[in-house]
Nanobody, 124 residues
Framework: QVQLEESGGGFVQARCSLSVPCAAS????????MGWFRRANGKEREFVAA????????YYADSVKGRFSISRDNARNTVYLQMNNLKPEDTAVYYC?????????????????WGQGTQVTVSS
């Protein structure tokens, strides 16, 4: 069992940066691949980034590639989403998710545990 809690959301201006951490509780964090998803108002939840258990395999959505970075600190049971050069279209609720698979995937259905989400609003 893994419990996830995002923090660090807020209001930022376009072209600024924001780091969103997700703290995990439970003994199995190191055995989980991790993912970030987001849901904009009126839209479906979409994939943002994913990282394997070891951190050696990473995927990004095309819309954030080159601007966002996922990382994990297994000693702190935390996964991070560093967001640079933010755009108004990045405005959404951001969720972290965990899966017992070795490699995280872009598929929502592959994830077993979800956080409550944190709101990120980017103004133009």
């Amino acid at each position: 069992q893994v419990q996830l809690e995002e923090s660090g959301g807020g209001f930022v201006q376009a072209r600024c940066s924001l780091s969103v951490p997700c703290a995990a509780s439970g003994p199995t964090f190191r055995a989980c691949a991790m993912g970030w998803f987001r849901r904009a108002n009126g839209k479906e939840r979409e994939f943002v980034a994913a990282m394997s258990r070891s951190g050696g395999t990473i995927y990004y959505a095309d819309s954030v590639k080159g601007r966002f970075s996922i990382s994990r600190d297994n000693a702190r049971n935390t996964v991070y989403l560093q967001m640079n050069n933010l755009k108004p279209e990045d405005t959404a609720v951001y969720y972290c998710a965990a899966t017992g698979a070795v490699i995280g995937t872009p598929k929502k259905s592959e994830y077993d545990y979800w956080g409550q989400g944190t709101q990120v609003t980017v103004s133009s």
